[in-house]
């Protein structure tokens, strides 16, 4: 391909998908073969920036869901039909075997597979195990295979705490684990933190890792998450997890009461406000995890971006939610200082939440 090619092939699949026209789309890539271009361009250059495209037009606002999981879908289609091996290919050279997996409770299970097919175009043996693999049944498998390493796949960061569990318990076989995924941070610093043994932000990074080599790990026992994160101690992660849904439930009554406007909202947008609180918990726990102000503060900073897109004030609607948080979470100074952080973060002129516990004031 020429370099202006792949920008035209890219804008061109970004038409078909988002009109949900699988035809064009799945026509435009058997062209692009025929014409001798790279599968590995393709995949990475191609359609993975066409996958990244989609998921920020939902962000936007400009893709509904519907239409979002539709487009996706035909991305997940183009794979397969790039990857199709032509009838009487020469195999390529066998290189080792791998296991690729999404950490338990990842659904997006597209980046993994896009991470599988470039290893097997380069000549590994993978074992593709797809999105939301429990790291007891990863385990499992790797009891049963012979693996040179397990590549584990995350999007989101509420499922680092997952996969430090996968992490630790690949490990603890003896195979060595190397991540990837937005969950893990633009530098993989969450990867570093939570002993992973090697991390990589995209496909081909990933089989460079891989072709140069990853030890064994040096100690196979089992360990504790506190082992590597000894700020868990102060049980504050536990105890927002175990929370949750009282704290969701809580904060929806606060913002009510806050927020006369709620109360006229229909169902739909009703559950759509408990999502947010849910996803913000769920967040703060994240952070709780691996004590980083910067994934709080991010994540609320994406949110609010997406609130803006939806025409709803995220200052508005943000900070009240954050103040009712704090009020419950008044006794873990961990919690209350992420929520002060985003608070800041948001621009609240007030600055951090100095809210009275609720206990005393009534």
Same mark, same amino acid.
């Given at each position: ?13 970004? &038409?078909?998908? !988002?009109? *949900? ?9 058997? &062209? ?37 999981? /539709? ?7 183009? +794979?397969?039909? #790039? ?21 338990? *409770?990842?659904?997006?299970? $597209?980046?993994?597979?896009?991470? %599988?097919? !470039?290893?097997?175009?380069? =000549?590994?043996? +993978? ?24 590549? $584990? ?8 705490? /997952? ?9 603890? !076989? ?39 080599? #990853? ?16 700020? #868990? /101690? ?5 105890? !927002? ?26 169902? &739909? ?30 994540? $609320? ?9 939806? =025409? ?15 009020? &419950? #979470? ?23 939440? %100095? ?8």
């Amino acid at each position: 391909m020429t370099g202006a090619e792949p920008d035209a092939l890219r804008d061109d699949l970004w &038409q078909a998908v !988002v009109r *949900g026209d699988e035809g064009a789309a799945l026509a435009l890539v058997r &062209q692009a073969r025929t014409s001798g271009a790279d599968p590995e361009t393709l995949l990475v250059d191609v359609v993975a920036c066409t996958q990244r495209r989609i998921g920020a037009a939902w962000a936007a606002g400009r893709l509904t869901v519907a239409r979002e999981h /539709a487009a996706t879908a035909i991305n997940d289609r183009v +794979v397969t039909l #790039l990857t199709t091996p032509d009838e009487g290919a020469r195999p390529a050279p066998h290189r080792g075997r791998v296991v690729v997996a999404c950490v338990e *409770g990842e659904w997006h299970a $597209l980046p993994a597979r896009l991470v %599988t097919e !470039v290893l097997r175009l380069r =000549g590994w043996r +993978v074992d593709f195990l797809g999105a939301r693999t429990p790291a007891r049944h990863l385990v499992n498998h790797l009891h049963r295979s012979t693996a040179d390493a397990v590549l $584990l796949s995350s999007s989101l960061p509420t499922r680092l705490p /997952a996969a430090h569990a996968a992490v630790t318990a690949c490990q603890a !076989v003896g195979t060595p684990v190397l991540t990837g995924g937005g969950a893990f941070g633009p530098d993989g610093r969450y990867a570093r933190l939570l002993g992973a043994d090697g991390w990589a932000p995209g496909a081909r990074e990933a089989a460079d890792v891989l072709a140069a080599g #990853l030890e064994r790990p040096a100690n196979a026992a089992a360990r504790h998450p506190v082992d590597d994160l000894p700020h #868990l /101690a102060d049980q504050e992660y536990a105890l !927002v997890t175990r929370a949750r849904p009282r704290l969701v439930k809580q904060a929806f009554a606060d913002l009510s009461d806050r927020l006369p406007a709620v109360r006229r909202y229909d169902d &739909q947008q009703r559950e759509r406000i408990a999502e947010d609180l849910a996803h913000t918990v769920d967040f703060l726990a994240a952070a709780l995890y691996v004590d980083d102000t910067d994934l709080f503060t991010g994540f $609320l900073g994406w949110t609010a971006d997406v609130l803006t897109a939806r =025409g709803i004030s995220p200052r508005g609607s943000l900070l009240p939610a954050l103040s009712s948080l704090g009020e &419950q #979470l008044h006794d873990l100074p961990r919690a209350r200082r992420l929520l002060d952080e985003g608070a800041l973060a948001l621009g609240d002129p007030a600055g951090p939440l %100095t809210v009275t516990p609720r206990e005393s004031r009534r």
